[in-house]
């Protein structure tokens, strides 16, 4: 019988998608375990949601410069062996070094239709540019910010009341779902990147998956 996945979450605020995680590791939804959480807040919410010996946070401003945070981060995390690193509202762009050392098991998901509103300020954004829908996307990540190939992605509408907090609020009721079913599909090994390219269950993804209404991911 296979050993649970080992998962690492970065993360800077409140940690409402690692909440996710660990619920849907207590449901029996994921079969995995959380082997540590990483911040660059050191008063981060999110640190609060696990054990101490699993917290590892420290300001960037304490280092020299970016490659040395990147560096004690980077190394504090293959401390813990994870099968994947989860950025689960981490904030920080992270440095070419630390991408490129676990590459093809580093995700992101992030509060937009990826490759549309790559970056911050997303909801804003997406009201400015009239976008009849918006949502979240659950990607790899690579050097280039925000680019890595998208394995799934969730849909909301936008309305003509909308402001960024009420649209920000919608795609949050899509994001913790999407999350936790793309990871699902990751720790089982139906999900893998190969040179950039998407493979579910072998066969090359032409499109993301998405997001049905029973929280369901489908081609």
């Given amino acids: 019988m296979n050993s649970p996945a080992r998962i690492a979450v970065l993360a800077s605020g409140r940690g409402s998608?690692?909440?996710?995680?660990?619920?849907?590791?207590?449901?029996?939804?994921?079969?995995?375990?959380i082997v540590g959480v990483f911040s660059d807040k050191p008063g981060?919410?999110?640190?609060?949601?696990?054990?101490?010996?699993?917290?590892?946070?420290?300001?960037?401003?304490?280092?020299?410069?970016?490659?040395?945070?990147?560096?004690?981060?980077?190394?504090a995390v293959a401390a813990c062996n994870p099968d994947w690193i989860i950025c689960a509202g981490y904030?920080?762009?992270?440095g070419t070094g630390f991408v490129e050392r676990f590459n093809g098991r580093l995700i992101n998901i992030h509060p937009s239709l990826l490759p549309l509103h790559k970056g911050l300020h997303t909801h804003a954004r997406a009201i400015e540019a009239g976008d009849a829908e918006h949502g979240a996307s659950v990607h790899f990540v690579v050097p280039e910010l925000d680019a890595g190939a998208v394995l799934a992605q969730a849909r909301v509408p936008v309305l003509p009341s909308d402001t960024p907090e009420t649209l920000a609020n919608?795609?949050?009721?899509?994001?913790?779902?999407?999350?936790?079913?793309?990871?699902?599909?990751?720790?089982?090994?139906?999900?893998?990147?190969?040179?950039?390219?998407?493979?579910?269950?072998?066969?090359?993804?032409?499109?993301?998956?998405?997001?049905?209404?029973?929280?369901?991911?489908?081609?």
């Avoid at 699902?184 to 997001?211: F, W």
């Fill in 17 to 33: 998608n690692l909440q996710c995680l660990l619920d849907g590791i207590g449901s029996g939804q994921l079969d995995a375990r």
């Fill in 91 to 94: 904030m920080r762009i992270l």
């Fill in 170 to 219: 919608r795609v949050l009721t899509v994001e913790h779902p999407l999350l936790l079913a793309s990871v699902a599909l990751l720790v089982t090994g139906r999900i893998t990147e190969q040179d950039g390219e998407i493979l579910c269950d072998g066969q090359s993804l032409l499109r993301p998956l998405r997001l049905d209404s029973a929280g369901v991911l489908v081609g």
């Fill in 44 to 75: 981060a919410a999110a640190l609060d949601k696990v054990a101490p010996e699993l917290r590892w946070a420290s300001a960037p401003k304490d280092f020299d410069n970016r490659e040395a945070f990147d560096q004690a981060l980077a190394d």
